[in-house]
């Protein structure tokens, strides 16, 4: 049961490894990424402080924006590397890699009385401020459950990050459905609903045939090679 965790382990290291090997001398390495709103940079923290060990003056610009926003970013040619959990893939140029898939979760602050309650369904976020999250990829897939279930939420919080979420979560002026990856803070509390069918797909992407930087084919090796359970189970705990 160990045993893939520790290859992913390794391969992590040799990916590291490679890159000092490669990029070791060179002066300066910029690398341009887009990353969805729904994806916490705390994610991709580690993978810049892993890319800058082996790439010295690492240079990035970093985009942020929906999902859909930052692949367009990508085919412009602004960005070299996203991060999203878009689903709107069809365009044959795009390569992509899956990094890891989770699951979501109702999101509500830690003295919340939904904290203390078990066996928790969708049809308990009509009676409660519900925290909107119109720029995730799911938003769409999530409204059309709830319309399914008859689910009417009396009043809706509309918000343009996951920071503002969790910040007005934490606060106690709402509660949101969220990615279980978003959550990072001890005043919120992570509550699973059992009708609550929805999982995301987080990928890393680039356009086929087109030339990138030392960095950015660096970036997206690490990203590849990356234990992302660990790193996951790590914010969580």
Request: charged share 20%.
């Amino acid at each position: 049961s160990m045993l893939p965790i520790l290859q992913q382990c390794f391969r992590s290291s040799l990916a590291a490894e490679e890159l000092a090997g490669k990029y070791g001398s060179t002066e300066s390495t910029p690398v341009r990424i887009g990353v969805s709103q729904t994806v916490s940079p705390d994610l991709l923290a580690p993978i810049f402080s892993e890319l800058e060990r082996a790439c010295p003056g690492l240079e990035l610009k970093f985009l942020r924006g929906s999902g859909d926003e930052i692949l367009e970013e990508l085919r412009s040619g602004n960005i070299e590397v996203a991060v999203t959990a878009s689903t709107n893939l069809d365009w044959e140029r795009l390569d992509g890699w899956v990094l890891f898939e989770e699951g979501f979760a109702l999101i509500v602050s830690h003295d919340h009385k939904l904290a203390r309650q078990s066996d928790l369904t969708l049809a308990a976020l009509a009676s409660e401020p519900f925290l909107s999250r119109p720029y995730c990829e799911n938003s769409d897939q999530l409204a059309a459950m709830l319309q399914s279930l008859g689910i009417a939420i009396r009043l809706q919080h509309s918000l343009s990050n996951d920071e503002d979420s969790l910040a007005l979560i934490e606060s106690g002026l709402g509660v949101g459905i969220l990615p279980k990856s978003a959550v990072r803070s001890s005043a919120v509390s992570t509550c699973d609903v059992s009708d609550l069918d929805i999982s995301r797909t987080v990928n890393v992407h680039a356009v086929a045939g087109r030339q990138r930087s030392s960095a950015a084919s660096g970036l997206i090796q690490l990203l590849r090679a990356a234990d992302w359970p660990t790193i996951n189970e790590s914010r969580a705990n």
